[in-house]
T-cell receptor, first 114, second 115 residues
Framework: AQKITQTQPGMFVQEKEAVTLDCTYDTSDPSYGLFWYKQPSSGEMIFLIYQGSYDQQNATEGRYSLNFQKARKSANLVISASQLGDSAMYFCAMRETGDDKIIFGKGTRLHILP | ETGVTQSPTHLIKTRGQQVTLRCSSQSGHNTVSWYQQALGQGPQFIFQYYREEENGRGNFPPRFSGLQFPNYSSELNVNALELDDSALYLC??????????????FGPGTRLTVT
């Protein structure tokens, strides 16, 4: 069973608009961490934001925020005021406590239009 | 910059050959994980090394093997290369098996092409 689902293979957004990238996850572990990574064409995985399953508030990092809805097992990434440099692949990922691996979704390719 | 480096950047091999990919972890990090990312897919966990011993493995055959050295460097070895091994290989380093959960730093990757 797929543990991380990203239903948007690609998105086109006008520069300066906000964008929401969808992510749902599946786990029976009560303790886990959720991540978003950005991967530009160079290939390097750039960590953006982290949300712990017990965190009471949604995580925010500059223009990035994570809309965490635990009951719905949803962890959407919101990018405010998008910029041309935001064009990249975006991966949602999860790590269960006690497990050493990070499980990634298939990604969403975001295109920011000038 | 994450402080994690990988070499080579690109590599072309022939089916049946063997390949060694290298990763230099961030100083002080005692854990390194390797991931395979096929074109258009998310990274898939291959295995992890903690203090020079394999500590967790994904769904990859034994021809994928690794080594971790005391100087924070590590290797991924793949024997009997197959066409499907063509992918971007990423290493990620962390301290003390990744605590806290988010502190895993990725290198830029090695792009392997098998012909």
């Amino acid at each position: 069973a797929q543990k991380i689902t990203q239903t948007q293979p690609g998105m086109f957004v006008q520069e300066k608009e906000a964008v929401t990238l969808d992510c749902t996850y599946d786990t029976s572990d009560p303790s886990y961490g959720l991540f978003w990574y950005k991967q530009p064409s160079s290939g390097e995985m750039i960590f953006l934001i982290y949300q712990g399953s017990y965190d009471q508030q949604n995580a925010t990092e500059g223009r990035y925020s994570l809309n965490f809805q635990k009951a719905r097992k949803s962890a959407n990434l919101v990018i405010s005021a998008s910029q041309l440099g935001d064009s990249a692949m975006y991966f949602c990922a999860m790590r269960e406590t006690g497990d050493d691996k990070i499980i990634f979704g298939k990604g969403t390719r975001l295109h920011i239009l000038p | 910059e994450t402080g994690v480096t990988q070499s080579p950047t690109h590599l072309i091999k022939t089916r049946g050959q063997q390949v060694t990919l290298r990763c230099s972890s961030q100083s002080g990090h005692n854990t390194v994980s390797w991931y395979q990312q096929a074109l258009g897919q998310g990274p898939q966990f291959i295995f992890q090394y903690y203090r020079e011993e394999e500590n967790g493995r994904g769904n990859f055959p034994p021809r994928f093997s690794g080594l971790q050295f005391p100087n924070y460097s590590s290797e991924l070895n793949v024997n009997a290369l197959e066409l499907d091994d063509s992918a971007l290989y990423l290493c990620a380093s962390s301290w003390d098996r990744g605590r806290p959960l988010y502190e895993q730093y990725f290198g830029p990757g090695t792009r392997l092409t098998v012909t």
